[in-house]
């Protein structure tokens, strides 16, 4: 029996969409599938590896796993959302800038969950950002250069004019 379907209204990085979606469509199959936005990865698809992570109303949540139908009339922000044209936002700036980049596959995910932590707690402690991050697992760089770049930018944070 085929599945009904259901209209929802959903804000992707600022720009209103109008989706069609299955009961069972998670977040991450619209954002990629329909929507055509690609930084949110699917690692494990199981809410274990944080490399689908996306912002919703402010919060980091695991697109793999929220249904497409909890995010309607939801404001939802990926990584194709944070820079401006070709200006990298500070977040991803900072990661480049400390090498805490290798194959890449964590980085959308990662990205996303220092742009919650930092809203939501300008000032993190070291500690703070290893808990933010525990969910995002990375192979690649050990993670130290990755809290580096995290903590790089709230120390620049509080500059006149500073975006995050
Ligand atoms: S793909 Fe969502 S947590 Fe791994
Ligand atoms: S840079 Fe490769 S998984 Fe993090």
Same mark, same amino acid.
């Not at 992707?12 to 969409?17: A, D, M």
């Not at 990375?138 to 500073?162: F, M, N, Q, W």
């Given at each position: 029996?085929?599945?009904?379907?259901?209209?929802?209204?959903?804000?992707?990085?600022?720009?209103?969409?109008?989706?069609?979606?299955?009961? &069972?469509?998670?977040?991450?199959?619209?954002?990629?599938?329909?929507?055509?936005?690609?930084?949110?990865?699917?690692? @494990?698809?199981?809410?274990? @590896?944080?490399?689908?992570?996306?912002?919703?109303?402010?919060?980091?949540?695991? /697109?793999?796993? #929220?249904? #497409?139908?909890? #995010?309607?009339?939801?404001?939802?922000?990926?990584?194709?959302?944070? /820079?401006?044209?070709?200006?990298?936002?500070?977040?991803?700036?900072?990661?480049?800038?400390?090498? #805490?980049?290798? @194959?890449?596959?964590?980085?959308?995910?990662?990205?996303?969950?220092?742009?919650?932590?930092?809203?939501?707690?300008?000032?993190?402690?070291?500690?703070?950002?290893?808990?933010?991050? /525990?969910?995002?697992? @990375? &192979?690649?760089?050990?993670?130290?250069?990755?809290?580096?770049?995290?903590?790089?930018?709230? /120390?620049?944070?509080?500059?006149?004019?500073?975006? &995050?």
């Amino acid at each position: 029996m085929r599945e009904m379907k259901q209209i929802i209204n959903m804000t992707v990085n600022g720009e209103p969409h109008e989706l069609l979606v299955e009961a &069972r469509t998670t977040l991450l199959e619209v954002l990629r599938d329909q929507l055509d936005l690609t930084g949110a990865k699917e690692g @494990c698809g199981l809410g274990e @590896c944080g490399s689908c992570t996306v912002i919703m109303e402010g919060k980091p949540v695991l /697109s793999c796993l #929220a249904l #497409a139908v909890d #995010a309607h009339d939801k404001e939802v922000l990926t990584i194709e959302g944070m /820079s401006q044209g070709e200006e990298l936002h500070l977040i991803q700036e900072a990661f480049v800038k400390h090498g #805490a980049i290798q @194959c890449g596959y964590c980085t959308p995910g990662m990205v996303m969950t220092a742009k919650a932590l930092l809203d939501e707690n300008p000032h993190p402690t070291q500690e703070d950002t290893k808990k933010a991050i /525990s969910g995002n697992l @990375c &192979r690649c760089t050990g993670y130290t250069k990755i809290i580096e770049a995290i903590d790089s930018v709230h /120390s620049i944070g509080d500059l006149p004019g500073e975006k &995050r």
